[in-house]
């Protein structure tokens, strides 16, 4: 018996001959269009093995690897696979996908799961890479603390604004998974059949087998807990005020996909909410641990960052647009349209521009440095935009997503550089 399995190039199910039902259990209209080919293997395997399988068969011709696969009521298997690529559209016009040839075998195979996949695993369930969003702003709150609000740099307290970096940051790995289980729960993720992977539809751990949905709640309320468990003893140091700014954010991230207020399906708050608990509420609330005062300053500090975070939030939802607009997530692109966002990319980065020479002009010294940052920020965002009216209905709009990343955080690291220098 040979399992016969065609996808696209994103992995998703085109045609399953009657050796792959009776092989992984499933019959073929409950895969076909609607599955990608990863639910037949562990998701460590998905993670370190099948980007190798699927980059060697379509350099060389093919690829044969020894594997594990697991049937849809969870029983493994001992395989061997031939994976090759394929073009429907005749060679000249590309590759459209991928076929694979699937055989039961006797001989027992353990593939062995490298430290670096076991690492992967868990900055995908997490979603860690995007802590620069929350890092960052974390920075520059304390940066402004120390050169603007402390009478010497010695009454710097270390131990507080560390403590309060780690907190912000669990905090935020804490919404990251919930958002993936309340995403997970309500369908959306499972409704998003056409992603651009690292970058939107989520992280699809669960999807992957990384982790259980149960699990994945568990993991979000023990990193929730956590963070509550520093902000209480930064509460009891530093007094209330650090409480609600904290209950604040957590409000915003668990509230952003958690029902019944979803934020994300509010039509543009959402956004509005990502922008203020990733920037100014993030300043304000390490400015204040560290100095005990509330200054309207230090709020201000944050808003440049806080959009262009908005900006990831905004362009990563371009992918997602469709299936998210079948589950009720109307955020600002299923609400405008893919054509009209990219002008609302555009406005929100020169929001953070114009929020920029703000901050330049309240300031009690003239500082040529944060000029240069703000400047030099519009003009590569600027670059991003033309990439995005050019790609924003293709694949090539991944580009765009990671750019704006980086923008947002290498912004982020040259304003608290020019706060401590200017």
Same mark, same amino acid.
């Given at each position: 018996?040979?399992?016969?399995?065609?996808?696209?190039?994103?992995?998703?199910?085109?045609?399953?001959?009657?050796?792959?039902?009776?092989?992984?259990?499933?019959?073929?209209?409950?895969?076909?269009?609607?599955?990608?080919?990863?639910?037949?293997?562990?998701?460590?395997?998905?993670?370190?093995?099948?980007?190798?399988?699927?980059?060697?068969?379509?350099?060389?011709?093919?690829?044969?690897?020894?594997?594990?696969?697991?049937?849809?009521?969870?029983?493994?298997?001992?395989?061997?696979?031939?994976?090759?690529?394929?073009?429907?559209?005749?060679?000249?016009? *590309?590759?459209? *996908?991928?076929?694979?040839?699937?055989?039961?075998?006797?001989?027992?195979?353990?593939?062995?799961?490298?430290?670096?996949?076991?690492?992967?695993?868990?900055?995908?369930?997490?979603?860690?890479?995007?802590?620069?969003?929350?890092?960052?702003?974390?920075?520059?709150?304390?940066?402004?603390?120390?050169?603007?609000?402390? *009478?010497?740099?010695?009454?710097?307290?270390?131990?507080?604004?560390?403590?309060?970096?780690?907190?912000?940051?669990?905090?935020?790995?804490?919404?990251?998974?919930?958002?993936?289980?309340?995403?997970?729960?309500?369908?959306?993720?499972?409704?998003?059949?056409?992603?651009?992977?690292?970058?939107?539809?989520?992280?699809?751990?669960?999807?992957?087998?990384?982790?259980?949905?149960?699990?994945?709640?568990?993991?979000?309320?023990?990193?929730?807990?956590?963070?509550?468990?520093? *902000?209480?003893?930064?509460?009891?140091?530093?007094?209330?005020?650090?409480?609600?700014?904290?209950?604040?954010?957590?409000?915003?991230?668990?509230?952003?996909?958690?029902?019944?207020?979803?934020?994300?399906?509010?039509?543009?708050?959402?956004?509005?909410?990502?922008?203020?608990?990733?920037?100014?509420?993030?300043?304000?609330?390490?400015?204040?641990?560290?100095?005990?005062?509330?200054?309207?300053?230090?709020?201000?500090?944050?808003?440049?960052?806080?959009?262009?975070?908005?900006?990831?939030?905004?362009?990563?939802?371009?992918?997602?647009?469709?299936?998210?607009?079948?589950?009720?997530?109307?955020?600002?692109?299923?609400?405008?349209?893919?054509?009209?966002?990219?002008?609302?990319?555009?406005?929100?980065?020169?929001?953070?521009?114009?929020?920029?020479?703000?901050?330049?002009?309240?300031?009690?010294?003239?500082?040529?440095?944060?000029?240069?940052?703000?400047?030099?920020?519009?003009?590569?965002?600027?670059?991003?935009?033309?990439?995005?009216?050019?790609?924003?209905?293709?694949?090539?709009?991944?580009?765009?997503?990671?750019?704006?990343?980086?923008?947002?955080?290498?912004?982020?690291?040259?304003?608290?550089?020019?706060?401590?220098?200017?």
């Amino acid at each position: 018996m040979k399992s016969v399995i065609t996808c696209d190039m994103e992995g998703r199910i085109e045609t399953f001959n009657k050796g792959a039902e009776e092989m992984f259990g499933y019959p073929a209209d409950e895969v076909i269009g609607k599955e990608r080919v990863s639910v037949f293997s562990p998701g460590e395997i998905v993670l370190q093995n099948v980007p190798v399988w699927l980059d060697e068969a379509s350099k060389h011709g093919k690829y044969t690897a020894k594997t594990k696969f697991v049937r849809k009521d969870g029983t493994p298997f001992n395989a061997k696979i031939r994976v090759t690529p394929t073009f429907a559209n005749g060679k000249d016009n *590309g590759q459209t *996908g991928y076929c694979g040839v699937t055989e039961v075998i006797e001989e027992e195979v353990n593939p062995t799961i490298k430290f670096s996949t076991k690492l992967i695993k868990a900055l995908a369930i997490t979603r860690m890479p995007f802590l620069s969003a929350v890092l960052m702003p974390a920075f520059i709150g304390g940066a402004y603390a120390y050169h603007y609000e402390l *009478g010497s740099p010695g009454a710097f307290n270390w131990w507080l604004f560390t403590l309060a970096v780690i907190g912000v940051a669990l905090l935020h790995l804490g919404s990251n998974v919930m958002n993936d289980y309340f995403d997970v729960k309500d369908g959306t993720d499972g409704a998003n059949n056409d992603y651009f992977l690292q970058f939107s539809g989520g992280s699809r751990a669960i999807e992957l087998g990384l982790i259980t949905l149960e699990g994945t709640k568990r993991l979000g309320l023990a990193l929730i807990a956590g963070a509550t468990l520093i *902000g209480i003893y930064l509460t009891a140091v530093t007094g209330w005020v650090t409480l609600l700014i904290g209950l604040a954010g957590l409000a915003i991230g668990y509230l952003y996909t958690a029902p019944p207020v979803r934020l994300v399906a509010r039509k543009g708050l959402g956004e509005l909410g990502i922008a203020l608990a990733f920037g100014p509420l993030v300043t304000l609330g390490i400015a204040y641990v560290v100095t005990q005062q509330l200054s309207p300053m230090a709020f201000l500090i944050g808003l440049p960052v806080g959009l262009l975070t908005a900006n990831i939030l905004l362009i990563n939802e371009f992918p997602d647009a469709e299936s998210d607009a079948k589950t009720g997530k109307n955020h600002l692109v299923v609400t405008f349209g893919k054509e009209k966002s990219t002008y609302i990319y555009l406005s929100i980065l020169i929001m953070a521009f114009l929020s920029n020479l703000a901050i330049v002009w309240f300031l009690p010294d003239t500082n040529p440095w944060l000029i240069g940052v703000s400047v030099a920020s519009l003009a590569v965002g600027i670059l991003i935009f033309r990439h995005i009216r050019e790609h924003y209905q293709d694949r090539e709009l991944v580009t765009s997503n990671k750019n704006t990343i980086a923008l947002s955080a290498l912004t982020g690291l040259l304003t608290t550089l020019a706060l401590i220098i200017g």
